[in-house]
């Protein structure tokens, strides 16, 4: 994360004040607007009743974690525009492509979570076999939220990680657990205004500095002086080309399964707006991901090939053009950033617990879209999740770093074993669609996978296709053998 060794003892003063009023003014705005949450349709998808311009902005908190600003201004330093294909192209085209393929698909099932339509398409073992794989992803997602913002913490304010790490999860926990989807929402969408602004001064102090005073003119220096083989993709072999597609894929159809988007979706207004939240939030996404590949760039004009592996460019890039308060409003928002992402995974998480493992395990009716209020009993079990999401994600944090290692490998699993039995539960007739072809997808995928990964070396094909493959061919059979009974 972003180091401010720079701070001064005033500054770091002033900074832990502006997190403790920041933190304290979402938790009371979303115990404001959550106010008379009472079914577990209200409280995981917001009854159904977002607007477009909150569900758009909310997308954006939900998607643009501080990875896609530190870790993409980096890739772009050090390798240039072959770096950066995952994210944030392969991620921001991944919501058009929902957008214009499963947004209203989804939305039209009345589903609360990908689990919800894989048991109404493939019945319920095909609902525990999502739920096996996406849990363990979304624990190690929240995890390296929580260790992010501790060790911004930590590096911030000087306080020992462990503590840091604490406070960011129980930051989380009073978003979350109060209200819901609407608390989640309407922070989020304050969360991503405050990081836009932040990441909008740091793009214009660093474009005046570079331009000597005309922000015109150093952005054109920054992009005049960049290394031609920036801006060109290797694929000069065939494997190459593989692999330039294996990451593709991962970004645009390996997001398409994730309960985070799809519960974006299931909480919007309308179908329409379910649509046009993607597309929008897409391009959206796009545009403001070209701002720290800018930085990225800016930093090699500014330092040339001196910034170490260890030194972060956007860290470099703010000491050098940001003045102390500028400072405090980049690190509060990209503090923002990682809790945006760990409020709203932690949100989805809890929906899969409590709807699609909890439930089952209590012998509890549900129907599709969530809305049993159970005497309350909804709420309080979605509530009771949110705690046993946050505990579990805090065990990730504390394991250390090696394990965020696996983080990568667990969205590829969404990929390989999810996608293709989500979109034929989406665009397959229900008397083609049985159990079989669900869990036939999910099993071969995985099985695949498994062995592509372990003998990538031998084969020379990324095991991401192999999965990905085997899940189609699986499906495929499946159907056929369920057209000829």
Same mark, same amino acid.
């Given at each position: 994360?972003?180091?401010?060794?720079?701070?001064?003892?005033?500054?770091?003063?002033?900074?832990? #004040?502006?997190?403790?009023? !920041?933190?304290? &003014?979402?938790?009371?705005?979303?115990?404001?607007?959550?106010?008379?949450?009472?079914?577990?349709?209200?409280?995981?998808?917001?009854?159904?009743?977002?607007?477009?311009?909150?569900?758009?902005?909310?997308?954006?908190?939900?998607?643009? #974690?501080?990875?896609?600003?530190?870790?993409?201004?980096?890739?772009?330093?050090?390798?240039?525009? &072959?770096?950066?294909?995952?994210?944030?192209?392969?991620?921001?085209?991944?919501?058009?492509?929902?957008?214009?393929?499963?947004?209203?698909?989804?939305?039209?099932?009345?589903?609360?979570?990908?689990?919800?339509?894989?048991?109404?398409?493939?019945?319920?073992?095909?609902?525990?076999?999502?739920? @096996?794989?996406?849990?363990?992803? !979304?624990?190690?997602?929240?995890? +390296?939220?929580?260790?992010?913002?501790?060790?911004?913490?930590?590096?911030?304010?000087?306080?020992?990680?462990?503590?840091?790490?604490? /406070?960011?999860?129980?930051?989380?926990?009073?978003?979350?657990?109060?209200?819901?989807?609407?608390?989640?929402?309407?922070?989020?969408?304050?969360?991503? /205004?405050?990081?836009?602004?932040?990441?909008?001064?740091?793009? &214009?102090?660093?474009?005046?500095?570079?331009?000597?005073?005309?922000?015109?003119? $150093?952005?054109?220096?920054?992009?005049?002086?960049?290394?031609?083989?920036?801006? *060109?993709?290797?694929?000069?072999?065939?494997?190459?080309?593989?692999?330039?597609?294996?990451?593709?894929?991962? $970004?645009?159809?390996?997001?398409?399964?994730?309960?985070?988007?799809?519960?974006?979706?299931?909480?919007?207004?309308?179908?329409?707006?379910?649509?046009?939240?993607?597309?929008?939030? #897409?391009?959206?996404?796009?545009?403001?991901?070209?701002?720290?590949?800018? /930085?990225?760039?800016?930093?090699?004009?500014?330092?040339?090939? $001196?910034?170490?592996?260890?030194?972060?460019?956007?860290?470099?890039?703010?000491?050098?053009?940001?003045?102390?308060? !500028?400072?405090?409003?980049?690190?509060?928002?990209?503090?923002?950033?990682?809790? @945006?992402?760990?409020?709203?995974?932690?949100?989805?998480?809890?929906?899969?617990?409590? *709807?699609?493992?909890?439930?089952?395990?209590?012998?509890?009716?549900?129907?599709?879209?969530?809305?049993?209020?159970?005497?309350?009993?909804?709420?309080?079990?979605?509530?009771?999740?949110?705690?046993?999401?946050?505990?579990?994600?805090?065990?990730? %944090? =504390?394991?250390?770093?090696?394990?965020?290692?696996?983080?990568?490998?667990?969205?590829?699993?969404?990929?390989?074993?999810? =996608?293709?039995?989500?979109?034929?539960?989406?665009?397959?007739?229900?008397?083609?669609?049985?159990?079989?072809?669900?869990?036939?997808?999910?099993?071969?995928?995985?099985?695949?996978?498994?062995?592509?990964?372990?003998?990538?070396?031998?084969?020379?094909?990324? +095991?991401?296709?192999?999965?990905?493959?085997?899940?189609?061919? %699986?499906?495929?059979? %499946?159907?056929?053998? %369920?057209?000829?009974?």
């Amino acid at each position: 994360m972003i180091e401010v060794n720079e701070l001064s003892l005033l500054g770091k003063i002033a900074l832990g #004040g502006a997190l403790f009023l !920041f933190v304290g &003014g979402l938790a009371l705005v979303g115990r404001f607007v959550s106010r008379g949450v009472e079914t577990e349709a209200e409280y995981l998808v917001a009854d159904r009743q977002v607007p477009l311009w909150l569900s758009i902005l909310a997308l954006l908190a939900t998607w643009f #974690g501080s990875s896609s600003v530190i870790e993409s201004s980096s890739k772009m330093y050090r390798g240039g525009i &072959g770096e950066v294909l995952l994210d944030p192209i392969a991620c921001g085209a991944t919501l058009i492509f929902t957008g214009c393929f499963f947004a209203e698909r989804f939305w039209k099932t009345q589903a609360a979570t990908v689990a919800d339509l894989f048991r109404q398409q493939f019945g319920p073992t095909a609902e525990r076999l999502s739920c @096996a794989i996406q849990v363990p992803s !979304f624990f190690l997602w929240i995890g +390296a939220q929580f260790l992010a913002m501790g060790q911004l913490i930590e590096s911030a304010l000087g306080l020992p990680l462990g503590m840091s790490i604490l /406070l960011s999860a129980a930051v989380a926990w009073a978003i979350v657990v109060g209200g819901g989807m609407w608390a989640v929402t309407w922070a989020n969408s304050i969360m991503i /205004l405050v990081s836009l602004l932040s990441m909008l001064v740091l793009f &214009g102090a660093t474009a005046h500095g570079i331009g000597e005073g005309d922000a015109v003119a $150093g952005w054109s220096r920054v992009i005049d002086a960049a290394p031609k083989d920036h801006f *060109r993709i290797d694929a000069a072999s065939f494997e190459k080309c593989l692999a330039i597609l294996s990451v593709l894929l991962i $970004g645009l159809l390996g997001n398409v399964p994730g309960q985070d988007l799809q519960q974006r979706v299931a909480s919007a207004k309308s179908a329409a707006t379910a649509r046009w939240m993607c597309v929008v939030g #897409g391009v959206l996404y796009l545009l403001i991901g070209l701002i720290p590949l800018y /930085l990225g760039l800016a930093a090699r004009w500014t330092f040339g090939d $001196g910034l170490s592996e260890s030194q972060l460019p956007l860290n470099a890039i703010a000491a050098r053009y940001l003045s102390e308060p !500028f400072q405090i409003l980049l690190i509060v928002g990209m503090f923002s950033l990682c809790l @945006a992402v760990a409020a709203s995974a932690t949100l989805s998480q809890a929906s899969i617990v409590s *709807r699609n493992v909890i439930k089952p395990l209590r012998g509890l009716v549900r129907d599709s879209s969530g809305s049993e209020s159970l005497g309350g009993a909804g709420v309080w079990g979605a509530r009771a999740s949110v705690g046993l999401v946050i505990a579990g994600s805090l065990a990730v %944090a =504390f394991s250390g770093e090696s394990i965020m290692g696996l983080l990568e490998l667990s969205l590829v699993l969404v990929l390989v074993s999810l =996608f293709v039995p989500m979109a034929i539960a989406l665009y397959v007739p229900s008397k083609q669609a049985c159990s079989g072809v669900g869990n036939s997808a999910m099993i071969a995928g995985f099985v695949a996978w498994l062995v592509g990964f372990l003998f990538e070396s031998r084969i020379g094909i990324p +095991a991401s296709l192999i999965g990905l493959s085997a899940s189609a061919i %699986a499906a495929w059979l %499946a159907m056929r053998s %369920a057209l000829t009974r």
